[in-house]
């Protein structure tokens, strides 16, 4: 849980507590920010709340999105000689990929 | 008259020789008459050896419900064969602690061959096969020739290398190209020097090109199939910078599934890290 300014509030990241304005439940805790939310949040001059780091919002789902893309671009340079019309071979092709974009992942953290 | 791989090996075999416990087990276990208390005893003569083993018949590795707390039990419910063939991957490692490292990064290559090795232990699970532990060593050993050749031909094989880089090219083809012979042939003559099982020598041997293997077909195809696999992945590295191409047939041997891999993942990972605690850390 992390407690972001609202300029860092970002569409897609999840509520982790509650957001109160006088005394009213405004968003309730595990509800995902649209931007109808952030317009809102701007005009009832809530200035911080607290989020959950380790969300799939839709910002991450953008770049892991990238990332198989960066993946694929990398496993094919490897399988210039595999036959990816066979089906057991593009099953391992797909879980490379699959592998190499995790890792590329892990390594930008 | 020998080939050239052949006298290579001849060449190097005193250097890189299995531990002697290793042949008194199997003569152990050929005798009708031995005991597996005998056995044991044998086993028990390397003590660090025999407290490896029993951490392993305990780990996840087996799952098996009850604790196993020697090695005459270990023996009776592991099996006298398979606990033969850990005791060969247990040992083997340090067969290879002096190889240069210039050339290849010996705990990579290890992480490769056991990944090898679990990956066709999974497949002959899957297959029902008699020693599915048979099946892990042959992997393990698979691309044992290589280290042979990184030792004794460095600058032929760091030639190799940039050729297949700049060529794209398969080292095991782009090596007989420049040798006229590569590290299948060489691992196959040592573990025949080694006086391993056929099976072994023929995984070795024929694991690019398992459709000549003439006898125990099941062990060349698995071990084509799980290199292939494991290169693919990249776990670890042998060298081998391109994924392999799948023979069609290897796979056909194998029977398995079209998604096998998929839904096997977690199951060799698991075992993966399993083997990797076992054998790498001492």
Redesign the interface.
Known sequence: MTLLALSEIQEGMIVANDVEFRGQVIIRKGVRISADHLKKLKAWGIVEISVNNHNSNSNEAISDKEFIELARKKVNSRFIHADLNYAPMKEIYKLAVKRTAKRMQKASK | MSSPAQRLVKNVSKIYSLPTIYYRIEKAIEDPNSSLKQIGNIILDDPSLAARLLRLANSAFFNFPQKIDSIPTALSIIGTKQLRDLVLASTVIKVFKDIPEELVNMESFWRHSIACGITARVIAADMNADNIEAFFVAGLLHDIGALIMFAQLSDSIAEVMTICKQE?Q?RYLTEKQKLEFNHAEVGGYLLKEWELPEHLIIACMRHHEPHHARHFTEYAAAIHVAD??VN???IGSSGE??????E?KA?RTLN?S?????SE?QQIERQYKEAVSYILDD
């Not at chain 2, 910078?241 to 799948?246: D, G, R, T, V």
């Not at chain 2, 079209?258 to 998929?262: D, L, Q, S, T, V």
């Open positions: 794209k398969y292939c696999f693919a992945l990249q910078h391109l994924a392999p191409n799948m069609r796979w398995l079209e998604k096998f891999f998929n993942m």
